[in-house]
């Protein structure tokens, strides 16, 4: 039995019948079939889950494939296949240095590429469904693997298909559009705008926002650090919530609103908990909200899944009294409930 505390960014959870590494298509497909009707879990870096202390009662699949094939043209840009297995920002880094623009607001995002479609990763006013033209999966009903195009992807916020259809889809590569370039599109979020001291719509060098980016993120814990236990979290807990109109009306002028297309109103998951009564550094056991940032659940060095998933519902819990929406993870939780 392996601990699977050791390959997730919280540090904690329990022992796994069985886990397979693989780093190639081949072996993930083999690895899968090998497993037959026994529980699987896919794993990538590990870092936006929350695994029971009990562990896993079946076989966990580790995805490490690296691989970048790039197809460029002077006028519709490059292409890029990354696998699944690629360490997400060490794509990003990659692809601006190799001359490319788009992915640049994404910076730090921790996890791999083959999460960031599952999850619509976002950041800073993008998505990475805005950049992303193929996701090639295994279909483990039909044993087969099946190609989706964007559209097919079904994106939305911190949404997609494959996330609507846990355990079906296994994604093995995805396929990037990028533009050739040296500058953002228009920076569109204020922080970040404010962050480069230029003004909303102005373009940058994207280089100077990617390191922007990266500092935003680290001042708000969400930057992995081996040597700092206040950053040992998954990121950001809960989702941003969406709600009616007449909901958001109902909370404090304050209260942090995006209004989006369909009528319906973003709000923001940070402000609700840090006015719910929650605050930076509570404690449960050795989980801990980070210093930081209130959506960050940490680990402080002595955690247990348990201490987490107490330390979660009991945000969750004060948001519902204090303003009567519902908090949802944006962690995948695996043996245990919040």
């Given at each position: 039995?392996?601990?699977?505390?050791?390959?997730?960014?919280?540090?904690?959870?329990?022992?796994?019948?069985?886990?397979?590494?693989?780093?190639?298509?081949?072996?993930?497909?083999?690895?899968?079939?090998?497993?037959?009707?026994?529980?699987?879990?896919?794993?990538?870096?590990?870092?936006?889950?929350?695994?029971?202390?009990?562990?896993?009662?079946?076989?966990?699949?580790?995805?490490?494939?690296?691989?970048?094939?790039?197809?460029?043209?002077?006028?519709?840009?490059?292409?890029?296949?990354?696998?699944?297995?690629?360490?997400?920002?060490?794509?990003?880094?990659?692809?601006?240095?190799?001359?490319?623009?788009?992915?640049?607001?994404?910076?730090?995002?921790?996890?791999?590429?083959?999460?960031?479609?599952?999850?619509?990763?976002?950041?800073?006013?993008?998505?990475?469904?805005?950049?992303?033209?193929?996701?090639?999966?295994?279909?483990?009903?039909?044993?087969?693997?099946?190609?989706?195009?964007?559209?097919?992807?079904?994106?939305?916020?911190?949404?997609?298909?494959?996330?609507?259809?846990?355990?079906?889809?296994?994604?093995?590569?995805?396929?990037?559009?990028?533009?050739?370039?040296?500058?953002?599109?228009?920076?569109?979020?204020?922080?970040?705008?404010?962050?480069?001291?230029?003004?909303?719509?102005?373009?940058?060098?994207?280089?100077?926002?990617?390191?922007?980016?990266?500092?935003?993120?680290?001042?708000?814990?969400?930057?992995?650090?081996?040597?700092?236990?206040?950053?040992?979290?998954?990121?950001?807990?809960?989702?941003?919530?969406?709600?009616?109109?007449?909901?958001?009306?109902?909370?404090?002028?304050?209260?942090?609103?995006?209004?989006?297309?369909?009528?319906?109103?973003?709000?923001?998951?940070?402000?609700?908990?840090?006015?719910?009564?929650?605050?930076?550094?509570?404690?449960?056991?050795?989980?801990?909200?980070?210093s930081k940032h209130v959506l960050a659940l940490t680990n402080s060095g002595s955690a247990t899944a348990s201490d987490i998933a107490a330390l979660a519902k009991r945000a969750r819990d004060h948001v519902q009294?204090?303003?009567?929406?519902?908090?949802?993870?944006?962690?995948?939780?695996?043996?245990?409930?919040?």
């Amino acid at each position: 039995m392996s601990d699977l505390s050791h390959y997730t960014s919280l540090r904690v959870g329990g022992p796994a019948t069985k886990i397979i590494e693989v780093s190639s298509e081949s072996e993930i497909i083999a690895a899968i079939e090998s497993a037959a009707d026994s529980p699987i879990f896919i794993m990538g870096g590990g870092t936006n889950v929350l695994i029971a202390d009990s562990g896993f009662d079946g076989t966990v699949i580790h995805i490490a494939n690296n691989s970048v094939e790039a197809e460029i043209d002077a006028c519709s840009g490059a292409t890029l296949t990354i696998g699944a297995g690629e360490n997400w920002d060490t794509l990003v880094e990659i692809s601006i240095a190799r001359g490319f623009a788009g992915l640049e607001t994404l910076s730090g995002i921790p996890g791999t590429v083959g999460a960031a479609p599952i999850q619509n990763i976002g950041a800073y006013g993008h998505e990475v469904s805005e950049l992303i033209t193929r996701v090639r999966t295994y279909d483990r009903m039909t044993k087969a693997v099946k190609t989706f195009t964007n559209a097919e992807c079904e994106f939305s916020y911190r949404n997609s298909y494959f996330k609507s259809h846990p355990g079906r889809y296994v994604v093995l590569s995805v396929a990037f559009q990028l533009r050739i370039g040296e500058s953002t599109a228009p920076i569109t979020y204020l922080e970040l705008a404010k962050k480069l001291g230029i003004e909303i719509g102005d373009k940058t060098s994207v280089i100077k926002c990617r390191a922007a980016v990266l500092e935003l993120r680290a001042s708000k814990g969400m930057l992995l650090s081996a040597d700092d236990p206040d950053s040992w979290s998954a990121g950001s807990f809960f989702t941003n919530p969406i709600i009616s109109q007449q909901s958001a009306d109902a909370l404090p002028n304050a209260a942090p609103k995006w209004p989006l297309t369909d009528g319906r109103v973003k709000v923001s998951a940070a402000w609700l908990i840090e006015n719910s009564g929650i605050h930076k550094g509570d404690e449960i056991g050795g989980a801990r909200i980070s210093s930081k940032h209130v959506l960050a659940l940490t680990n402080s060095g002595s955690a247990t899944a348990s201490d987490i998933a107490a330390l979660a519902k009991r945000a969750r819990d004060h948001v519902q009294e204090s303003f009567g929406i519902t908090l949802v993870a944006e962690v995948n939780l695996i043996g245990l409930e919040i």
